[in-house]
């Protein structure tokens, strides 16, 4: 996998201080809480996914004490990152899509003008 790749490369002198520095941030952060082991599991799930984090982690371009304090959906590939922002804009485009189309039908022309539909029935519907 990419993470054994890593570790097996240039970085092998260097992953058991970064290992001991993300160890000692993450007790600093959470303090051992329930905090403490989801994100510990968050890390080594998201680590391990992540090559371009791992890297980044171990040429110290990401602190431990960032790394730390990351969420979930900063931990995630670029490749998920990016899937994940086009569903969110698709879901987006459809909200507006089906809001304006809502707005549309509340309108009735009328001799060429506009009218809103509620004020026509009135405030109690009739």
């Given at each position: 996998?990419?993470?054994?790749?890593?570790?097996?490369?240039?970085?092998?002198?260097?992953?058991?201080?970064?290992s001991?520095?993300?160890?000692?941030?993450?007790?600093?952060?959470?303090?051992?809480?329930s905090?403490?082991?989801?994100?510990?599991?968050?890390?080594?799930?998201?680590?391990?996914?992540?090559?371009?984090?791992l890297?980044?982690?171990?040429?110290?371009?990401?602190?431990?004490?960032?790394?730390?304090?990351?969420?979930?959906?900063?931990?995630?590939?670029?490749?998920?990152?990016?899937?994940?922002?086009?569903?969110?804009?698709?879901?987006?485009?459809?909200?507006?899509?089906?809001?304006?189309?809502?707005?549309?039908?509340?309108?009735v022309?009328?001799?060429?003008?506009?009218?809103?539909?509620?004020?026509?029935?009135?405030e109690?519907?009739?």
């Amino acid at each position: 996998s990419g993470e054994q790749e890593a570790l097996a490369g240039p970085w092998a002198g260097v992953v058991p201080a970064v290992s001991a520095a993300v160890e000692a941030a993450l007790h600093e952060e959470h303090e051992e809480g329930s905090g403490y082991g989801k994100q510990l599991r968050l890390l080594c799930a998201n680590i391990g996914r992540n090559p371009s984090l791992l890297s980044k982690l171990l040429s110290g371009e990401l602190s431990t004490a960032r790394l730390v304090r990351m969420a979930q959906h900063e931990l995630a590939p670029d490749d998920l990152k990016e899937m994940r922002a086009v569903a969110r804009q698709r879901s987006f485009d459809q909200a507006v899509a089906q809001r304006a189309g809502e707005e549309e039908r509340r309108f009735v022309s009328r001799n060429g003008s506009m009218v809103e539909l509620e004020r026509e029935r009135g405030e109690d519907g009739e």
